[in-house]
T-cell receptor
Framework: DTEVTQTPKHLVMGMTNKKSLKCEQH?????MYWYKQKAKKPPELMFV???????INESVPSRFSPECPNSSLLNLHLHALQPEDSALYLC???????????????FGPGTRLTVL | KQEVTQIPAALSVPEGENLVLNCSFT??????LQWFRQDPGKGLTSLLL?????REQTSGRLNASLDKSSGRSTLYIAASQPGDSATYLC??????????????FGQGTILTVHP
C-alpha cells in the first residue's frame, strides 16, 4: 500500500479563519513533506519533517504552521491567510529522509484551498 | 542551487507515437532523479526513480535515462495512448551530501495524446 491520504479535499476559508489540513500515511515512512502548487506551476517545497522533527522550512510565512504529532500524521495549521495563498496543498512521504538513493516520495491527492 | 528545466512545455501527438520528454538539471552531483505524472487537479504519481549509479530504468512502456555528466534525463514513452495524457514532471535533489528529501521540480511537459 503506497497511499497517502489528505483531508479535506476542498477548503474555503476567510482571511480571519483558522483551519487545518491533515495528511496521513501508514507505510512506516519517516519523512513527510508539505508542498504548495499554484495553477500551471510545479510543486514548491514548504516543509520537511524527518523522524517527526522539522528539518526544512523553506522560509514559509508564519501564517502556515506545520505539526507532526507522530510518524504517521502531518498537519498544516492555517491562520490569517491571504487570497494569494489559494493553491493546491500536497503532502508527500518517503521511507528515509533523503539519504538513500532509492528514496521515492509518494504524494497524496492534495487539498484545494481557496481563501476569500 | 539546483535548477531543473523541461522541454518541450507541451506536446500533442496522435495515438501510437513514441515520444521523448527532456529534463535538464544544473547541479549534476545528484544521487537520484525522479519522474512523476500529474493528472489535472490531482496529486503526483511516481513513475520512475533513477539512481545515480544507473543509466536507465524501465516500467512497462516507460523508459527513463540519466546522464549525470551532461545534466540530462529523458523519459521515453512507447506506443502512446490517450490515457497517457497528463503533465509529466521531473524532479532532482540538490547535488552532493544529504538533502533531507528536498526536491526541485521542472515546469513540466503537458502531454496530450489524441485518438
Amino acid at each position: 500500500d503506497t497511499e497517502v491520504t489528505q483531508t479535506p479535499k476542498h477548503l474555503v476559508m476567510g482571511m480571519t479563519n483558522k483551519k487545518s489540513l491533515k495528511c496521513e500515511q501508514h507505510m512506516g515512512h519517516r519523512a513527510m513533506y508539505w508542498y504548495k502548487q499554484k495553477a500551471k506551476k510545479p510543486p514548491e517545497l514548504m516543509f520537511v519533517y524527518s523522524y517527526e522533527k522539522l528539518s526544512i522550512n523553506e522560509s514559509v510565512p508564519s501564517r502556515f504552521s506545520p505539526e507532526c504529532p507522530n510518524s504517521s500524521l502531518l498537519n498544516l495549521h492555517l491562520h490569517a491567510l491571504q487570497p494569494e495563498d489559494s493553491a493546491l496543498y500536497l503532502c508527500a512521504s518517503s521511507q528515509a529522509p533523503g539519504r538513500k538513493s532509492t528514496d521515492t516520495q509518494y504524494f497524496g491527492p492534495g487539498t484545494r484551498l481557496t481563501v476569500l | 542551487k539546483q535548477e531543473v528545466t523541461q522541454i518541450p512545455a507541451a506536446l500533442s501527438v496522435p495515438e501510437g507515437e513514441n515520444l521523448v520528454l527532456n529534463c535538464s538539471f544544473t547541479d549534476s552531483a545528484i544521487y537520484n532523479l525522479q519522474w512523476f505524472r500529474q493528472d489535472p487537479g490531482k496529486g503526483l504519481t511516481s513513475l520512475l526513480l533513477i539512481q545515480s549509479s544507473q543509466r536507465e530504468q524501465t516500467s512497462g512502456r516507460l523508459n527513463a535515462s540519466l546522464d549525470k555528466s551532461s545534466g540530462r534525463s529523458t523519459l521515453y514513452i512507447a506506443a502512446s495512448q490517450p490515457g497517457d495524457s497528463a503533465t509529466y514532471l521531473c524532479a532532482a535533489p540538490p547535488g552532493g551530501g544529504t538533502s533531507y528529501g528536498k526536491l526541485t521540480f521542472g515546469q513540466g511537459t503537458i502531454l496530450t495524446v489524441h485518438p
